[in-house]
């Protein structure tokens, strides 16, 4: 084949599939993303037509016809994958007043590799709806022609009877060559375990009677698209996982009822009250409880989250909460400490809930420091989380509207599990959750 003939087919497959690459998705992934091994086995199917490149006329579309193809592989190190694949389909040709190819058909099958760009530059990441993986492998060709010359000769390769010119080696004597499969996948994921897929492929072979005629000055080659799916074998997408919540049934809550009423009973039996506390010392406690902030004013700025996350919303809302420290600073009040505390709604897990709240006052020191900007400089943001805020829960709860707030309140307080009973309570009396909700926010104190 000539080189001029080589370099416009890789081009042509190159303008075919570079525009699509814009299409990638440009992210990393969330962490649970970058933790997946990338590893996975898949099948696939597809079909489409081929284009023979011999001695008959070049580019003569007239002349494609159909391929059909299943493959198997695997992905490893995120990025690249090696697979098999078993293809069959036929060929046509002619050059005119030389000869025509009647029937020509051929059985192929190789390995091959390949290595998807899209997450190679731009970072793995399951969730990408596009992949570009261009592929070369290394296989071998069964095929069989019956063409007529100009002179009306008939020439048969590769068939298993007596008027057979070159009889092979292979299935139902069919010849058998190498081959060299090269070309570009376009893979569009509709979710993560199905995916469509094009390929736009050449495949090269070590012989010059691909069409039954020899004599030409290259080796024939043939081209083709095709078009077809995958199935991945790989963990569907993990679903993030919200605070605990009472199950809502008839059956788990009497079976957490009898539960508690059991564990409270059984701690009654060997049940001594503790000595009363000295009110000196729970007023010590409370002056010590209360000490860190006096130098502190509370400020109206209230930043809420969504249940067991800790991101601030960059919302124009919360923008303008902290604007109003940013007008502070403009008519002259020298602030130097700003002190964030985090609190999370005690439905959930105490270890789980203390780290939320600290995430949480960290978030909104953070959210602070960025709205203020220049105006940041030489403050000192100090961030603490405050854990379960059981006694915002209280609070809240005794200037509720709802009539059984003092059963609530001493059954969850008498409760050797008070966040189990609690759940249990919010699921017979689901005016809680709207008490859970506004626990979940941070408060902003800024020095006097």
Not at 335 to 343: D, E, F, N, Q, S
Not at 393 to 413: G, T, V, W
Request: hydrophobic share 35%; proline share 4%.
């Amino acid at each position: 084949m000539k080189k001029s003939t080589f370099a416009k087919s890789l081009l042509i497959i190159a303008l075919a599939v570079l525009p699509l690459t814009f299409f990638g998705q440009n992210e990393n992934g969330n962490e649970n993303q970058k933790k997946e091994k990338g590893s996975y086995w898949y099948v696939g199917f597809d079909e489409g037509a081929t284009l023979l490149f011999g001695d008959n006329k070049s580019f003569d579309f007239k002349n494609v016809r159909p391929e059909l193809s299943i493959n198997g592989g695997y992905v490893f190190a995120k990025h690249f994958g090696v697979y098999g694949r078993v293809a069959v389909g036929t060929l046509r040709g002619e050059l005119e007043h030389v000869f025509t190819v009647n029937n020509a058909s051929f059985i192929s099958y190789d390995l091959n590799l390949n290595v998807d760009l899209i997450s190679l530059f731009l970072g793995y990441n399951p969730d990408r709806v596009f992949g570009l993986k261009p592929h070369v492998g290394f296989g071998q060709l069964q095929y069989q022609a019956r063409t007529t010359l100009a002179n009306g000769t008939v020439v048969k390769y590769g068939y298993d009877d007596a008027t057979t010119t070159v009889k092979g080696n292979g299935i139902a004597g069919r010849k058998v060559v190498w081959e060299v499969p090269m070309g570009v996948e376009l893979e569009f994921n509709i979710n993560r375990n199905i995916a469509l897929l094009l390929d736009v492929m050449t495949t090269y072979t070590d012989t010059d009677d691909l069409e039954a005629v020899t004599g030409g000055d290259h080796y024939d080659w043939f081209s083709g698209v095709n078009v077809g799916f995958r199935y991945k074998f790989r963990a569907k997408k993990p679903v993030p996982q919200p605070e605990p919540a009472a199950p809502d049934c008839e059956a788990c809550k009497e079976a957490i009822q009898d539960a508690v009423k059991e564990a409270v009973e059984e701690a009654l039996k060997d049940y001594q009250p503790a000595p009363a506390a000295e009110p000196a010392r729970e007023e010590a406690k409370a002056v010590e409880k209360e000490e860190p902030m006096k130098n502190f004013e509370e400020r109206d700025i209230h930043l809420t989250f969504t249940v067991g996350k800790a991101e601030v919303k960059n919302t124009q809302a919360n923008k303008d909460e902290v604007k109003k420290i940013s007008e502070d600073m403009d008519n002259g009040r020298e602030i130097h400490t700003i002190k964030t505390l985090g609190y999370a709604s005690p439905e959930g897990n105490e270890e789980q809930n203390n780290k939320l709240a600290a995430d949480r006052a960290q978030a909104t020191s953070d959210f602070i420091e960025t709205q203020l900007g220049e105006q940041a400089k030489g403050i000192t943001f100090d961030a603490e989380g405050m854990g379960s805020d059981w006694d915002g829960f209280y609070e809240a709860l005794r200037n509720s509207n709802i009539a059984q707030k003092a059963e609530i309140e001493n059954a969850i307080k008498n409760s050797e599990e008070p966040t189990a009973t609690l759940n249990q309570m919010k699921a017979k009396y689901p005016q809680l959750g709207e008490i859970l909700n506004s626990l979940r926010v941070t408060r902003v104190y800024i020095n006097k």
